[in-house]
């Protein structure tokens, strides 16, 4: 069968990363997609007006490609139908949304499925936003937050979600898988299974969202494992390059169609110009993704046999269940991972200060190699038991390696530790 790049269709994730989404015919033959600055579109008439607000609020429009069919930016725009349909393809989903940053994706997600009485279970540790909002906003909102800690064991799966029943109807269960500082795992396929099976005792079935960020499209596909919703922060190894923030879901057309109405009302759509850098960094991925996992891979190694180093968290180290969950549902290890110094807070913060390379900043998945102390930075508002409960001590260390040498960073790093 030869490959159909409308549809993306028997072509292989790399190509998709780079063709999908745009065509030349749909803008003056122009090879590279235009960023398409505007706030609003001029109708052709008053009816076609009318028309293409009943497309839209019908659900049935802007499709791909339709150029007449725009309203008003906040509502969708070309650059972002372009990354929606790159997004879907590469994550194996029917449809997509993307918003101005991962944490719009992730709340515009939960206040779309839950209403007060629910519950959402949650794996830890998590991303500090993440559990920020689910600790601190959803409670306000009558949702109960149950927490799931080593997901990747199947008796701990159902224990969690036994206790979450008790506390009201499981409407949601939201996996960061491999969670955000430690890069500890959850069986994705397991977790899908037993929500099937609620769909019988509760009379529906909890929507099973996974946060992908960690890996990506290119190493993980959670709706193939039976996810129901897959977010990633695009801001992350998807914008690749630290200078835009964006975040998607991808899912099922109905799941997500809830979602792109809220956004609509909400106004956190991503903008033209961000889509527009986001659809180029989906074109270099691939590549940027093989870079940095043979690079974390030769860091993680070389910290792992480091005497100041107590334990390194990195996905390709682990071993027993867990690794045999890692082996079934990823495709690579990434390159985000922390590791643990002999000592806490002090001789973290010493061998910071020392690094001249390595930048001391949050976030991950840039071209850049970023180190920070979680407990302190991103996980600063998540309380101390639940922090050290999920892996997070005071000597704890996250670093998301880049793209550079990596005997520049193993030198950077081994000077710096002289230090701590
Ligand atoms: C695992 C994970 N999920 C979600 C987010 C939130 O994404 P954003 O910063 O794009 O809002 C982050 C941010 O670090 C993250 O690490």
Redesign the pocket.
């Known amino acids: 069968m030869s490959p159909d790049t409308a549809t993306g269709r028997g072509l292989s994730p790399e190509t998709l990363a780079i063709t999908l989404g745009y065509s030349p015919a749909q803008a003056f033959g122009a090879a590279k997609p235009p960023a398409v600055l505007t706030s609003t579109f001029a109708y052709q008439s008053a009816q076609h007006a009318k028309d293409v607000h009943e497309a839209f609020f019908r659900g049935t429009g802007p499709a791909v490609g339709a150029s007449d069919a725009y309203i008003y930016t906040r509502l969708g725009h070309p650059n972002l139908t372009m990354v929606e349909a790159r997004l879907a393809a590469l994550d194996g989903g029917e449809a997509s949304a993307v918003f101005c940053?991962?944490?719009?994706?992730?709340t515009t997600t939960l206040l779309a499925l839950v209403r007060p009485g629910d519950v959402v279970l949650c794996s830890r540790p998590?991303?500090g936003?993440?559990d920020g909002y689910l600790t601190t906003v959803l409670p306000d909102l009558g949702v109960t937050t149950i927490g799931l800690s080593d997901g990747w064991d199947a008796a701990n799966i159902r224990a969690a979600v036994v206790e979450a029943m008790a506390a009201g109807p499981l409407r949601v269960i939201h996996l960061?898988s491999p969670?955000?500082p430690t890069a500890a795992i959850v069986d994705i396929a397991a977790v899908a299974r037993i929500a099937a099976e609620l769909a019988v005792v509760q009379g529906f079935k909890p929507i099973v969202v996974v946060?992908n960020?960690?890996l990506g499209p290119l190493l993980q596909s959670p709706l193939a494992l039976g996810a129901d919703l897959c977010?990633t922060?695009?801001?992350?190894y998807c914008g690749g390059h630290s200078d835009l923030?964006?975040?998607g879901v991808t899912g099922s057309a109905d799941l997500v169609a809830r979602l792109k109405a809220l956004r609509t009302l909400s106004g956190n759509h991503l903008d033209p110009f961000s889509a527009w850098l986001l659809l180029r960094s989906f074109e270099t991925l691939a590549l940027r993704t093989d870079r940095a996992c043979s690079n974390a891979l030769a860091v993680a190694t070389f910290l792992r046999d480091h005497p100041k180093v107590a334990a390194v968290t990195y996905l390709g180290f682990i071993a027993g269940d867990a690794r045999t969950v890692f082996d079934r549902q990823c495709r690579g290890t990434g390159s985000t991972f922390s590791f643990h110094l002999k000592g806490g807070e002090a001789e973290a913060f010493r061998m910071l200060d020392a690094l001249r390379l390595l930048r001391l900043a949050?976030?991950?998945g840039g071209s850049e190699t970023l180190i920070c102390n979680p407990a302190t930075t991103?996980h600063y508002q998540t309380p101390p038991d639940r922090r050290e409960a999920g892996g997070i001590w005071p000597g704890t260390c996250r670093v998301s390696v880049g793209l550079e040498s990596p005997a520049d960073l193993i030198a950077d790093l081994s000077q710096a530790l002289e230090r701590a």
């Open positions: 940053s991962g944490m719009a994706a992730i998590c991303y936003g993440t960061e969670a955000n946060d960020t960690f977010m922060s695009l801001t992350k923030m964006a975040g949050v976030s991950l991103t």
